[in-house]
């Protein structure tokens, strides 16, 4: 990823894809992903 779109990918007032990070994060053989939240046992949501 060329020097400029990385900078502008990590400045605050963007919102980067999935995509992209997934391409910011594969030199380091990285990936984002998501997963649910397990609920605590014997509690029920509100």
């Known amino acids: 990823m060329a020097s ?3 900078l502008r990918t990590l400045n605050p007032r ?3 894809t999935q995509e992209t ?3 910011l994060l594969k030199p380091f053989r ?3 992903s998501l997963a ?3 609920r605590p046992k ?5």
């Open 4 to 6: 400029p779109n990385l």
């Open 14 to 16: 963007h919102n980067p």
């Open 21 to 23: 990070l997934n391409r």
């Open 30 to 32: 990285l990936k984002l």
């Open 36 to 38: 649910p939240i397990d």
């Open 42 to 46: 014997g509690r029920h949501a509100a």
